[in-house]
């Protein structure tokens, strides 16, 4: 763990793996993040929480200049990044507008403040860069289901692990849940703009039950939203990467580009 004024950097930290890296999210998050970034020009790109560095092996494949960070590098297995430790419930250590790109698969969920980390992203990108974002998409049909059966959405169940050793509870990865609408409020206060969405895959698109729901969903809340920026942001609900989407992958560019669709 790192603040700003304790920033350590290596560029061969950890042994090399004929295996290679393994992605730690859930499956076809990072094809789809990658779906957003080939055709971009190449630059420098900041991989937080890198993980293994499976990502950073991909885009560094297709010549992108990759710095990963992460709050420790037991995992990581590709020595030829750079690669820097940080905590991203303190910040990033790194100059204003020094990036082309950030990337974050799954990890705004794991900490104490979103709002913290997209404003450490917006001052560490250029003015008109890209971040990549992902997180589990607690608002499809199904994670609605689980929440109305169970009391939890997807991926976050009871929040609770107990030490079978000690008895006390430990702490959990997914701490913080973040809904579309927050997340699409909290990158627009932070001069983002939301250019394409996608899921890593769907559930239950094929399902009576849910296209009753969906269809049930679709007539509520109309008068509530007759402006058109509420209006929008409805049919962005309403659409298939959220209601059947496991994973949400997004696609944001800071301003200083012409204004996009979302």
């Not at 560094?60 to 430790?85: H, P, R």
């Not at 009391?151 to 107990?162: A, C, E, K, S, T």
Request: aromatic letters at 8%.
């Amino acid at each position: 763990m790192t603040s700003r004024g304790n920033l350590q950097t290596s560029q061969n930290f950890g042994e090399s793996s004929t295996v290679g890296p393994t992605p730690c999210t859930a499956p076809l998050v990072h094809e789809r993040a990658f779906e957003m970034m080939k055709d971009e020009p190449r630059g420098k790109v900041l991989d937080v929480p890198a993980g293994e560095g499976a990502f950073a092996k991909r885009l560094q494949n297709e010549k992108f200049e990759v710095w990963c960070g992460d709050i420790q590098a037991d995992g990581y297995l590709v020595a030829t990044q750079k690669l820097v430790l940080l905590d991203l419930n303190i910040g990033l250590p790194f100059k204003d507008g020094f990036f082309d790109y950030v990337v974050c698969l799954e990890g705004i969920e794991h900490l104490e403040s979103p709002h913290l980390l997209v404003r450490e992203i917006n001052r560490v990108l250029r003015a008109g860069g890209t971040c990549i974002l992902s997180t589990p998409n607690i608002l499809s049909l199904r994670s609605r289901l689980s929440y109305l059966l169970y009391g939890y959405p997807n991926y976050f169940h009871l929040m609770i692990d107990v030490d079978p050793l000690t008895g006390r509870e430990k702490k959990i990865d997914h701490i913080n849940p973040v809904p579309f609408p927050e997340l699409r409020y909290i990158l627009n206060q932070n001069n983002f703009e939301i250019e394409q969405i996608k899921a890593n895959r769907s559930h239950g698109k094929g399902s009576p039950l849910f296209y009753l729901l969906k269809k049930i969903i679709s007539m509520r809340g109309k008068r509530s939203a007759q402006d058109p920026a509420r209006s929008h942001v409805r049919q962005i609900l309403l659409s298939d990467p959220l209601m059947y989407g496991e994973i949400l992958v997004l696609k944001a560019r800071k301003r200083g580009h012409p204004p996009h669709n979302y």
